[in-house]
């Protein structure tokens, strides 16, 4: 069977992984050279106290390279294939890294996507890989999932994305609007990366644009739209409502955002993921 390895900015929870029989690889947080692990060693309230403390946002990086060269060591010795799935190489190294630690370790049995997504497109993609890993040759699921990946799509809206920002990471941010009252700015993932689409009066104008973004496109009949919020689960009392109206027959799932990536939008963000035909 293949082996899957992925990171905690899908929102695999430490005991959800294990009833999935993968691995989930904690991310690292650095706060003024201070390393943190994501889910393991600080808290979602703790997170966001260093982060307003610091007024900045903190570096995040990789996985420990030895998490992993222990893991392909252990596959190379059981010769078993083993796929990883990273979140976008857009948004962090850690594609690039796994590359470099499969290319030391020198085990042609493994294969690494960039998922070009994260949160729950990513958490999507690993489902698929489970759903098909005992069907499939490593070959074939790697195949399978580069092309599912692209009909993943993730739109997100909130109050501000002043941290975001500083990050550098979003293109168009320069006609991102100022933390202006009620005036709501509007991003996606496109081609792996942050793109700033629009902004709107409120939250339910910005909304509603999502909405019709996802109304607009016709969807895989077997996957859930699932809305997320960062803090403020009554954001998405609204969108759900909607969504159900429009898709009867369709599940609409309502999560709470991983914490790491709730801090980099606002409290009163909500991000939506879902997938197309």
Request: overall charge negative.
């Amino acid at each position: 069977m293949i082996q899957i390895i992925t990171d905690s900015t899908s929102g695999i929870r430490e005991d959800e992984a294990k009833a999935l029989g993968i691995t989930v690889l904690p991310i690292n947080i650095d706060f003024d050279n201070e390393i943190f692990y994501d889910g393991i060693n600080i808290s979602a309230d703790d997170f966001r106290a260093r982060l307003i403390a610091s007024g900045g946002a903190p570096a995040t990086l990789p996985p420990n390279a030895l998490e992993y060269i222990d893991r392909f060591e252990a596959a190379k010795k059981n010769e078993d294939p083993l796929l990883v799935i990273t979140l976008s190489s857009g948004l962090s190294a850690i594609y690039n890294s796994a590359k470099l630690y499969r290319d030391e370790v020198d085990y042609l049995n493994i294969e690494i996507i960039d998922s070009g997504t994260v949160g729950a497109g990513l958490r999507i993609l690993v489902m698929e890989a489970i759903k098909h890993r005992e069907t499939m040759t490593l070959a074939e699921i790697t195949e399978y999932l580069n092309k599912f990946k692209l009909h993943i799509r993730t739109y997100a809206t909130g109050d501000n994305l002043d941290m975001l920002q500083k990050t550098d990471r979003i293109i168009g941010s320069s006609s991102l609007p100022k933390s202006v009252l009620n005036i709501k700015p509007i991003i996606t993932i496109q081609n792996g990366n942050i793109v700033y689409v629009d902004k709107k009066a409120g939250t339910k104008n910005a909304q509603d644009y999502i909405i019709n973004a996802i109304k607009s496109t016709p969807l895989a009949t077997d996957q859930p739209i699932i809305i997320q919020f960062a803090r403020d689960k009554t954001k998405t009392e609204y969108p759900k409502e909607k969504l159900e109206q429009l898709f009867s027959t369709k599940t609409v799932e309502v999560s709470e955002l991983p914490y790491l990536l709730g801090a980099f939008l606002d409290e009163n963000a909500t991000v939506f993921t879902y997938v197309i035909k």
